[in-house]
């Protein structure tokens, strides 16, 4: 069965701090794989996506993920942190059929 | 344009009453999808729409759960019997593009809880 990993739970960063949240996935097959945000009282966002071809993506606000195949893991990364990206992050999975398998999130608090 | 409708935003209701929850895809959308997040989780699936008819309704978790989509468009979650359990964040998603360029848009949920 497939299932995503988050590994950090809660992340505490000041402003300007460079950020990576990790992400990894157990699926053997191709897989695509995305990112989505949730603002505080805001719904899923999506914020980058990789479907196939290079795999470092790019999305808004100069969040990027690297898919690393052989390590089964997509981590977001954003050189310097900004106060509005505190939220919610959930890395997702799709494989084999449509539906997507989300990890438990990452909740991202950036003080001023 | 307008996005991925749901209501009610927010659902109280009694242990054992009927509930339906609505969701209005972004237009144009033929596929729909809906999850459900507890508190502290990320969004599990429950059942997934392309037109008329359900392709995927494995994520359904007993046969109290019901979901209907009959033209196409609006979908209508409907759960039976309610539990404590059931009290979650329901979630419904659209896209226009079923295969591997798909991406799915969420609506703002319905928060139901059950007493």
């Known amino acids: 069965a497939q299932s995503v990993s988050q590994h950090n739970h809660h992340v505490i960063l000041s402003e300007a701090a460079s950020l990576e949240l990790g992400c990894n996935y157990s699926?053997?097959?191709?897989?695509?794989l995305f990112w989505y945000v949730q603002y505080p009282g805001q719904h899923l966002q999506l914020l980058l996506k990789?479907?196939?071809?290079?795999?470092l993506v790019k999305g808004i606000k100069g969040f990027e993920a690297e898919f690393i195949k052989s390590k089964f893991s997509f981590n977001l990364r954003k050189p310097s942190v900004q106060w509005s990206d505190t939220a919610e992050y959930f890395c997702a999975v799709r494989g084999a059929t449509n539906k997507l398998i989300f990890g438990t999130g990452t909740l991202l608090a950036v003080q001023p | 344009g307008a996005g991925v409708s749901q209501t009610p935003s927010n659902k109280v209701t009694e242990k054992g009453k009927y509930v339906e929850l609505r969701c209005d895809p972004i237009?144009?959308?033929?596929?729909l999808y809906w999850y459900r997040q507890s508190l502290g989780q990320g969004p599990e699936f429950l059942i997934y729409f392309q037109g008329t008819g359900a392709a995927d309704d494995s994520g359904l978790p007993n046969d109290r759960f019901f979901a209907v989509r009959p033209e196409g468009s609006v979908s209508t979650l409907k759960i039976q019997r309610t539990e404590r359990g059931d009290s979650a964040v329901y979630l419904c998603?659209?896209?226009?593009?079923?295969?591997?360029?798909?991406?799915?848009?969420f609506g703002p949920g319905t928060r139901l809880l059950v007493l």
């Open positions: 990789y479907f196939s071809g290079d795999p």
């Open positions: 237009s144009g959308h033929t596929a």
């Open positions: 699926y053997g097959g191709t897989v695509n």
């Open positions: 998603a659209s896209s226009a593009k079923r295969g591997q360029a798909e991406t799915q848009y």
